[in-house]
């Protein structure tokens, strides 16, 4: 059995990043970046597919573990009948060898420890070629080469590395395992405690530039933290989650992989980000955005790599058994190819909460969002694929055409405020039409709720957007009636679902998935809009207290079992905390 995926802490540098269990095992880790094949997969795989694991030889009696102040420098303590040895994990500032360091420390007493290496390339399906070297151990296979320091002696054995060795109270002991290009010469040893100051200094020096001061403080910063880690620094994209094929179901077929930059979740992560003072993040998005999109309007994408690749074509790996057997195990996101609506509004809202943030604005990015308006004036209309990415028929998604809406409202403020060239009084005439349209089609009168496409009954999470997007007032009785029938019809537990998946008319695919965190920090949102200031804090506190010991949120919460699902850490998840812990601090509830 797998272990939960809330067992996990994530490390990472800005081009990758790591999932360590409370148990001291590296299960998932894709090199040199985000959407590489892993070396380390056994969290999709099994105990064959590659793991580095370090923890006392004897179980321990008690383990804790917490993130470094204000860093992604993790420290896991494991406490034994013999003594107390800390863990410590971090990935170094990116250089030329993307580095992942384990500085096991005594802390008290005398700790036997035991190190375990499983290199697997290509998802598990390549064993490398591994030989002695001094001060470690080199592997290769392909494009691929491994390098592991440490002044321990190491032992190889059923195509795997191992150490045994005792750590006394005061001793420092590192291990650093580099990738590099098969072709260039392997990097020496890496300066393991230098390594550490460094990198420890340099998110400090990130986390002071948090403006957020008021409730929840804590989490918030930490929801930062782990944005920022979701960020690809070569490029300014930014990433949904670092895993790939973590279920939505356990045992089902709902597992995607989320290792790139969808337009909509970027653009929430950078309003999260602008909100709280990270402007430099903005601007790099931006230029991300431009060299992505680049080219006909038509042919935008809801999702790109994160180098702005277009072609993501899906794969199974069908070598691999699943967590906890859900399958398939897929790479690429055959998503990619849809057309969705709202993704348009997005780019805009994202781009005018830049302006008003203060970031100058830009003429090619002012012609990006007047070419994308004309190709939205002439398609607004037609049915899409919507912002869940379903896999059946069509629709005219109410909350698409809203999003819509919101392109054009943004596009005539910009005239208005900032002076940039186009037809205001053009823009907003066709905004007050989709309006209207919206109002018109997508309400039904007589249940007083918005529904999830025209002509539908069925209701769906996204109409929780409309007053937060500023398409009506929170208190407006259609906003009202929504929300409540989403508490009465939508929701398990007191948590939101996107939508029903009772069947797979739904979305064309199995049913079954588990509450969408998300979507319940939208119903914080409202209710706190609506003055019921109570209610959204107790509801946003239960959200909080389903994060891990270390702060971390999944994408989806089933709450029959209490464990977290889908792809982990979820950056939809943690802009949710954030701005609702900002709304709250805003409002009389706070």
């Known amino acids: 059995m797998s272990r939960p995926i809330e067992d996990y802490a994530m490390i990472g540098d800005t081009h990758t990043a790591a999932l360590v269990s409370r148990d001291g095992s590296i299960d998932w880790l894709c090199l040199p970046r985000f959407d590489s094949g892993a070396c380390f997969a056994s969290l999709v795989g099994d105990d064959s597919h590659g793991h580095w694991t370090m923890r006392p030889t004897a179980a321990p009696t008690r383990t804790t573990r917490q993130y470094r102040n204000a860093t992604l420098v993790l420290e896991t303590e494991f406490t034994t009948a013999t003594g107390r040895v800390r863990l410590i994990d971090f990935m170094p500032h990116r250089h030329a060898h993307p580095t992942l360091v384990r500085i096991v420390e005594g802390v008290e007493g005398s700790v036997q420890m035991s190190m375990e290496l499983r290199l697997r390339l290509d998802y598990g399906w390549v064993v490398p070629c591994v030989r002695r070297v001094p001060g470690g151990i080199h592997a290769i296979a392909g494009p691929d080469a491994l390098c592991l320091h440490t002044p321990i002696p190491l032992e190889g054995r059923d195509m795997q590395t191992f150490a045994d060795f005792t750590v006394e109270a005061g001793q420092r002991v590192p291990f650093a395992l580099a990738w590099h290009p098969s072709t260039d010469e392997p990097p020496g040893p890496v300066d393991a405690e230098a390594e550490l100051a460094s990198r420890e200094q340099r998110w400090k020096a990130w986390s002071s530039r948090c403006t957020y001061t008021g409730p929840y403080e804590a989490a918030v910063r930490r929801s930062l933290i782990t944005l920022k880690a979701l960020t690809f620094d070569p490029t300014g994209a930014i990433v949904a989650a670092p895993t790939t094929s973590l279920p939505e179901h356990l045992g089902g077929e709902r597992n995607w992989d989320y290792r790139y930059s969808w337009l909509r979740d970027a653009t929430f992560t950078l309003l999260a980000l602008l909100s709280n003072g990270y402007i430099d993040e903005a601007r790099d998005w931006r230029a991300w955005l431009l060299r992505a999109t680049a080219g006909d309007p038509a042919q935008l994408q809801i999702m790109y790599g994160i180098g702005g690749e277009r072609r993501l074509p899906e794969l199974v790996l069908d070598w691999m058994p699943g967590y906890e057997g859900s399958t398939p195990v897929r790479v690429g996101n055959g998503a990619a190819g849809q057309f969705q609506l709202d993704v348009y509004g997005e780019v805009l809202d994202a781009l005018h909460a830049a ?36 896999r059946g028929a069509r629709r005219h998604h109410t909350y698409s055409k809203a999003m819509a809406w919101v392109a054009f409202d943004r596009a005539a403020h910009a005239v208005e405020r900032w002076q940039l060239p186009g037809p205001a009084e053009h823009w907003r005439s066709v905004a007050a039409l989709i309006h209207r349209d919206v109002c018109e089609h997508g309400y039904d009168a007589d249940r007083n709720t918005f529904v999830q496409s025209y002509g539908s009954t069925a209701l769906d999470a996204s109409l929780l957007l409309l007053p937060l997007v500023g398409f009506l007032a929170a208190d407006d009785p259609r906003m009202v009636g929504t929300v409540a029938a989403i508490e009465n019809d939508l929701t398990v537990d007191g948590l939101v679902q996107r939508y029903r998946t009772d069947d797979e008319t739904a979305d064309g695919l199995p049913p079954g998935e588990g509450t969408f965190l998300l979507c319940s920090f939208w119903l914080v949102d409202n209710l706190s809009l609506q003055g019921q200031h109570d209610r959204a804090r107790a509801l946003f506190e239960r959200l909080l207290g389903l994060a891990n010991d270390v702060g971390l949120l999944s994408e989806e919460y089933d709450t029959a079992t209490g464990r977290m699902l889908g792809n982990y850490p979820q950056a939809f998840s943690h802009v949710g905390l954030i701005n609702s812990a900002c709304r709250l601090a805003q409002s009389k509830g706070a």
Not at 359 to 379: G, I, K
């Open 355 to 390: 302006r008003l943030a203060g970031m100058v604005p830009d003429d090619e990015a002012w012609q990006l969002q007047v070419a994308l308006l004309q190709f939205l004036e002439q398609h607004w209309q037609d049915p899409d694929d919507g912002l869940w990415e379903a």
